[in-house]
């Protein structure tokens, strides 16, 4: 039996049977998928699992990671801030780094670029790839996972040279979406039922986590998963947290992070972390390692509510894999939580965190609605967020772009 019959249970043999017809132009093409890291982040975690499945459907797809010095990713991180609305000036000098990072790895690409016949570029740090291409053979379709719907004009503007000679573009969400001169297509992202992350577990895996981290079974958790990133509002869960364990003194947090190879500022924001949470010792900081998918899984499914307080997000992966265990999400109202957190059914839409703490004691007071909301959220994943619908329109885009 292959890896796509498994989805089958979930999804029906239909969903299947369809991405197999849909791949059939398809076999043997080569598809290559380029990020800026193979750990930690959304984008890694879904190429992970992409492109096996890619690749059963005879797809000749592979993953390429653009390698670069700490000067490139801290423009990069800079060019993520700035799409998601932070006025920061990036000097010439950086830009200039930015630039020759993608010279050199068009290099180290070029032959399995240039035999490519569709190249999805993932997010800002390999878009200027395409330059180093004039006579493509391939389609180039570049792919953006940031919230990208109030960018601070001149990093845009600076970007869309590299990004307009594209054959397309894809955004998570029509709010992201920007005029550019090639077909826009909007493709959510999604989560693998299979994977480490979302596989169901025993019992005792769960029991492991609460004692390995001191954490008490009979007492209340809330949960944040996320990077140490500011638009993640860390800070913010904290205060969220405080506010309302005045009510619910046997409230435990944890705030599980990790570090993604891409992101320079982790250190400097678990640091402002650790000082906002000192002195109390319900508050959990865990800095796992990249690789950690059963542990999160495992924390994710111990969790009473899971919070993702993102004060911008491109889709919030980690708002897919609780609402797939079941889990009511308490979600900043921005981007694409929008998309899974339908408030008041799938769990809370917040801005605040005096709006979260709020929803933590509401929720936590009603065990029931907790059940309910949590049930209606692993169905609004299952029939939108599952790695077999984002396949397909991958898919079929490719299909598209071949007319
Ligand atoms: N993640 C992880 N370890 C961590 C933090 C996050 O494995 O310490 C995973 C998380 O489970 C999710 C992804 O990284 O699958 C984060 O994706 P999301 O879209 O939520 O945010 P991004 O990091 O891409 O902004």
Not at 49 to 72: C, H, Y
Not at 375 to 399: Q, S
């Amino acid at each position: 039996m292959s890896l796509l019959d498994d989805y089958a249970q979930i999804t029906g043999i239909d969903v299947i049977a369809h991405l197999r017809q849909l791949a059939t132009p398809f076999s043997g093409a080569k598809v290559v998928h380029v990020n800026s890291t193979r750990m930690g982040g959304g984008v890694a975690e879904i190429l992970t699992k992409l492109i096996p499945l890619m690749r059963e459907l005879g797809i000749d797809a592979s993953w390429e990671v653009i390698t670069g010095e700490n000067q490139f990713f801290e423009c990069t991180k800079g060019m993520h801030n700035t799409l998601q609305g932070n006025q920061i000036h990036l000097s010439d000098k950086l830009l200039r780094v930015y630039e020759n990072t993608n010279t050199d790895n068009a290099e180290a690409l070029r032959s399995v670029l240039t035999e490519a016949d569709f190249v999805f570029i993932h997010d800002p740090q390999p878009a200027a790839l395409l330059q180093h291409f004039p006579a493509r053979k391939g389609k180039w379709i570049w792919r953006c996972h940031i919230d990208a719907s109030h960018p601070y004009r001149p990093v845009w503007k600076y970007l869309r040279q590299f990004i307009a000679p594209y054959d397309a573009s894809i955004f998570s969400l029509a709010a992201f979406a920007h005029e550019l001169p090639h077909p826009i297509y909007l493709i959510p992202p999604s989560i693998d039922p299979f994977s480490d992350k979302n596989i169901e577990l025993a019992p005792d895996a769960i029991e492991n986590v609460y004692e390995k981290y001191q954490l008490d079974p009979e007492r209340p958790l809330v949960l944040q998963v996320s990077r140490f990133d500011r638009f993640k509002d860390p800070i913010g869960v904290i205060q969220a947290y405080q506010l309302a364990k005045k009510f619910l003194p046997s409230l435990q947090l944890v705030l599980a992070g990790g570090e993604a190879t891409d992101d320079p500022e982790g250190a400097i924001v678990l640091n402002e972390v650790q000082q906002a949470a000192s002195g109390d010792s319900d508050i959990h900081i865990l800095l796992l390692p990249s690789d950690a998918h059963l542990e999160i899984n495992a924390l994710q499914r111990a969790a009473d509510i899971v919070v993702q307080k993102s004060i911008r997000e491109g889709f919030g992966l980690t708002v897919t894999e609780a609402m797939w265990k079941g889990k009511p999400v308490i979600g900043g109202d921005v981007g694409g939580i929008r998309l899974q957190v339908i408030n008041h059914h799938t769990g809370f839409l917040v801005s605040t965190p005096e709006g979260a703490a709020l929803r933590i004691r509401y929720l936590l007071h009603q065990p029931g609605n907790i059940r309910e909301m949590g049930e209606k959220a692993r169905i609004l994943v299952r029939d939108n967020f599952l790695i077999t619908r984002h396949l397909r329109e991958y898919l079929a885009l490719m299909v598209a772009l071949l007319y």
